[in-house]
């Protein structure tokens, strides 16, 4: 099965704490990667959130990030995962080294992941609407928005102007 996905993941199921919006969380984190991770959370934050990150790693080390919400996930769906797609933005030494243990070709760039962060600048701009009929979010490029956009769950046009 072929994926959209940039950079290979590492499937690990990590304690996690997350500060957003001056607010500690916990969770659990999975699909480890060089410029990314999910964390699992039925707390997500809108794409476009910067959040600190603690990882708690197998040998009993912390690993500090920082990261991006880039995609958040929330759903009823059992087989769906909730939570949210981090980009990161920083990383530390004991980040890398974990990395190290699943691909020994990592390599120990600076921690502040600059050029990455100015690539993924470039991505789609996003607005969040809000559907007038059901109440559902819908997360829609701002570059479709003179295409008339529908409502994901239930098909009626949404627009900015609600």
């Known amino acids: 099965m ?65 990261g991006l919400v880039r995609r958040a996930m929330k759903t009823t769906i059992v087989s769906l995962k909730n939570g949210m797609g981090i980009e990161l933005l920083s990383r530390d030494h004991n980040y890398i080294k974990f990395l190290k243990e699943f691909d020994p070709s990592e390599d120990t760039e600076p921690t502040h992941l600059w050029q990455h962060k100015q690539a993924a600048d470039s991505a789609p701009d996003f607005v969040i609407i809000t559907c007038a009929q059901c109440g559902v979010k819908n997360k829609v490029r701002r570059e479709r928005l003179s295409h008339g956009p529908k409502c994901g769950k239930c098909g009626s046009p949404i627009s900015l102007q609600a």
Not at 19 to 31: F, L
């Open 2 to 66: 072929k994926t959209n996905r940039k950079h290979e993941r590492f499937v690990r199921r990590l304690e996690t704490e997350f500060v957003g919006q001056e607010k500690n969380y916990r969770a659990i984190s999975s699909d480890f990667s060089r410029y990314g991770l999910f964390i699992r959370t039925n707390h997500a934050f809108v794409p476009g959130t910067e959040l600190d990150i603690i990882i708690h790693l197998p040998n009993g080390t912390d690993c500090k990030l920082r």
